[in-house]
């Protein structure tokens, strides 16, 4: 079982930022990632969609012989973390619960703010997730459905972004919340322009850390945690791999190799 693979998907691209921190947190599994970028946006999709992309992933993924699987995808994660685990043969893992945990951890006002996209946001998970720790917590949800093709873009840095993130954290500056939970795969390269509008007093929780926490301790318990040798990343994508190889240059630092074609249900 400690050789198998770790599975990762994501809707497409940003999900890479979960993968980076499980290879750092990680360093000796193998990781399989699966981008479905035939398919993306799921955050403007309904969970019955979702569902079926995420299910069709994750028999990809358990075919592929991973010991688990992690749905680095946040709209993934709030819609489909159930059926996926009523399904799956290896246990899966969301960003949902270390998200929600992290914030609650962090925050000193008990006021937290929670972005994502619409589908992730019309599903209250994360709110769920947030009062189950928390009962007592203020929370308030804010869709920020022009975030990801802002950041496919590499358009993060630009004067237009900065306008569109300045609206949409109005009503959580309003609000007073000392912690915003950055719900979505593709905004923590937003990060520089969400920190400078909110503020350095507010903190931005990003899951992929707390992630990778929880699946290393997870395996671990199981005793099912490689401890040699050097994990290898093998990266799929559902469609136009150059495309993906090339966006992927702007969210991660490091270089990624090939990146393969695998179409699902082909
Ligand atoms: N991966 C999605 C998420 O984290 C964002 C991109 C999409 O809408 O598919 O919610």
Redesign the pocket.
């Known amino acids: 079982m400690k050789k198998r693979a770790i599975g990762v998907f994501?809707?497409?691209l940003?999900?890479l930022t979960i993968l980076d921190a499980l290879h750092r947190t990680l360093p000796h599994e193998d990781l399989i990632y699966f981008g479905?970028s035939a398919?993306?946006?799921?955050?403007?999709?309904s969970k019955q969609t979702v569902t079926r992309f995420s299910l069709d992933i994750a028999r990809f993924l358990e075919n592929e012989g991973v010991k688990m699987i992690v749905v680095?995808?946040?709209?993934?994660?709030?819609l489909a973390l159930s059926e996926l685990r009523k399904q799956c043969h290896v246990p899966v893992l969301g960003?949902i619960e270390p998200g929600a945990k992290k914030a609650v951890e962090s925050t000193r006002n008990g006021r937290i703010a929670i972005l994502?996209?619409e589908?992730?946001i019309r599903s209250k998970a994360y709110v769920k997730a947030i009062f189950k720790k928390c009962p007592q917590a203020h929370v308030i949800q804010q869709a920020c459905p022009l975030f990801?093709p802002l950041v496919e873009e590499n358009w993060a840095k630009k004067p237009a972004t900065r306008l569109i993130a300045s609206s949409y954290l109005a009503p959580v500056l309003r609000y007073n919340a000392d912690t915003v939970i950055l719900?979505?795969?593709?905004?923590p390269v937003l990060k520089p322009v969400l920190a400078s509008l909110l503020g350095s007093q507010v903190k931005l929780v990003d899951s992929a850390q707390t992630l990778s926490q929880a699946a290393m301790l997870f395996l671990h318990n199981r005793q099912e945690q490689e401890t040699t040798g050097r994990g290898k990343l093998t990266i799929y994508a559902s469609d136009d791999p150059a495309r993906f190889k090339r966006l992927a240059g702007y969210l991660l630092k490091e270089k990624i190799g090939t990146v393969r074609l695998k179409k699902l249900n082909a």
């Open positions: 994501d809707s497409g940003g999900g479905d398919n993306v946006p799921y955050g403007s999709k680095a995808c946040n709209t993934a994660s709030a960003v994502g996209t589908a992730t990801v719900g979505c795969t593709h905004y």
